[in-house]
């Protein structure tokens, strides 16, 4: 798993359990939401504490689908109104979504959208600077809209 997918799976938990809130690097485990250890997608990772992880696994009161939804609710945190919003235009809409580059730069990295064309720029300090962007939803992206969007 690559750092940057590790500290957005920390940073969307606030460095804490998912579920219970509890902090501390030391009582945290990133989980598996399908239970293949080899999927380390985003939206397969899920932060928890090592007593929510355990009353998971052990069928004691910590459902799939709470730990679904909660990761539902955390990546629509992570994806911010903006970038929420994106992705629904540009799913519905053929040709894309204009933005600026820094409300969907997150999109970006985590491969949901990709820079299609630069629509306008404007000379600032002496260097050229992109003012707004078209951006096409990838494959990736479309997946995230069914699975998680779609219900918003």
Request: charged share 30%; proline share 0%.
């Amino acid at each position: 798993m690559s750092m940057r997918k590790k500290d957005y799976i920390f940073l969307e938990a606030s460095d804490s359990c998912a579920l219970c809130s509890i902090k501390g690097a030391d009582n945290l485990t990133i989980h598996h939401i399908d239970k293949d250890e080899k999927n380390n997608e985003y939206d397969n990772l899920i932060l928890l504490c090592h007593n929510c992880h355990c009353r998971h696994h052990q069928n004691k009161g910590i459902s799939k689908k709470l730990i679904v939804e909660t990761k539902r609710k955390l990546i629509l945190k992570t994806l911010t109104h903006f970038g929420v919003n994106a992705l629904k235009i540009a799913y519905r809409n053929k040709v894309g979504v204009a933005a600026t580059r820094f409300l969907l730069s997150h999109l970006i990295d985590l491969g949901l959208l990709k820079f299609k064309e630069e629509l306008s720029s404007e000379a600032y300090d002496g260097e050229i600077v992109s003012t707004e962007a078209l951006f096409e939803i990838t494959e990736k992206g479309k997946r995230y809209y069914k699975k998680w969007l779609n219900k918003s």
